[in-house]
């Protein structure tokens, strides 16, 4: 088994203000590695403790991982980049020999894909929520594309990869295979090898292997539909197996009482359901060029959350006019009983 690249002792320390810690650190705020959370490509991610009180997620890179320390470098500088509240915000790290290792801000509430599937075992997300989700994914995607100088795309953009904090913020994770590129010079785009994740991926994109942040949006489009329809992005017992042409082609039979998840039992604005699946067609859309940009989704999505809002402000109104009426009744029933004596 080949062991991966340590780091030479003559290359320069990742400059940064972030902590860096000794794997001695690593393996106390893990509990020697004790606390497992998942695991990726990279590695196993654990759940930690700083000195007992700030909790972390330690990414750490496995000794059979393909990725050696040029690319965990190359990682590191990326995300030392990256600031903004609808992103993970890398703590610190750890470089010692054949020891690497990302230690992230802890999100107690897990993935998107859980709380989707049930497997978190809380209640059902409703659509006011989903809705909420997608637009602060929507708003880190934004952030990537225009606020980071040079723009970066993600490339993987993904339920598992939607992380929720205790407050239920979404915050966009695992930038492993990020890229960034130039926006204008026709620079927009840059030929990689293909990467991402079977299902999200954008199918311009693999033909050509041409990069650009409509690969990204291409992605959220299907991560979308996952939130609208709860639905695999892949399934080979459907007659489409990819969701996008599966709603498709519901749509074209004419038969949409079974595209949105059956979990919220209807309670949601029709209207609010809709635009949002238009906006996530839209973005999915096998064409590039007829994609949306970021802001236009977040615009929409907006106005698709204040439709749902406006719903659920009616009904709160009809529940307390219900309520109040009850009591009144409640109130006269009482006092024209006791206007007559009581038998004896």
């Given amino acids: 088994m080949k062991k991966m690249s340590s780091r030479n002792k003559s290359e320069p ?11 001695s ?30 909790q972390v997620a330690v990414k750490l890179l496995s000794e059979t991982s ?16 990256v600031h903004h509240i609808n992103l993970v915000s890398l703590v610190g790290y750890c470089d010692e020999q054949y020891h690497f290792a990302l230690i992230y801000e802890y999100m107690s509430n897990g993935d998107l894909h859980q709380h989707l599937s049930g497997k978190h075992g809380g209640a059902v997300l409703n659509w006011g929520t989903r809705l909420r989700i997608a637009i602060e994914a929507a708003l880190g995607l934004e952030y990537l594309h225009i606020g980071c100088k040079p723009a970066m795309v993600h490339r993987d953009v993904k339920s598992t990869n939607i992380l929720l904090d205790e407050e239920f913020m979404a915050k966009i994770a695992d930038f492993g295979l990020s890229r960034s590129f130039q926006v204008g010079n026709d620079q927009s785009q840059v030929s990689t090898v ?30 979308l539909l996952e939130i609208i329809t709860n639905q695999r992005v892949i399934d080979q017992t459907r ?20 595209i949105v998840d059956p979990k919220l039992q209807g309670n949601y604005e029709p209207r609010s359901v809709w635009r949002a699946l238009e906006v996530a067609m839209s973005c999915a859309n096998p064409s590039s060029a007829k994609r949306p940009n970021m802001s236009q989704v977040i615009i929409k999505l907006k ?34 009983t006791d206007l007559y004596p009581k038998a004896r």
């Fill in 66 to 81: 393909a990725q050696g320390y040029k690319e965990f470098k190359a990682e590191v500088e990326l995300l030392l980049r």
């Fill in 13 to 23: 320390w990742i400059k940064t203000k972030r902590r860096r810690f000794t794997y």
């Fill in 303 to 336: 106005e698709c959350l204040e439709t749902e809002n406006a719903r659920t402000s009616r009904n709160q109104d009809l529940e307390e006019s219900h309520h109040s009426s009850s009591a009144e009744l409640r109130v006269t029933v009482t006092f024209d």
């Fill in 239 to 258: 007659k489409r197996p990819n969701i996008a042409e599966w709603v498709t082609f519901v749509i074209n039979k004419g038969d949409t009482s079974n």
């Fill in 194 to 223: 293909v990467a991402g994740t079977l299902g999200y991926l954008d199918p311009e994109y693999y033909l050509t292997s041409e990069l650009s942040e409509k690969s990204d949006i291409y992605s959220f489009g299907i991560l």
């Fill in 25 to 54: 650190e690593v393996l106390e705020m893990t509990k020697n590695l004790q606390r497992p959370l998942g695991e990726g490509g990279f590695g196993i991610v654990y759940h930690g403790d700083i000195n007992g009180s700030e």
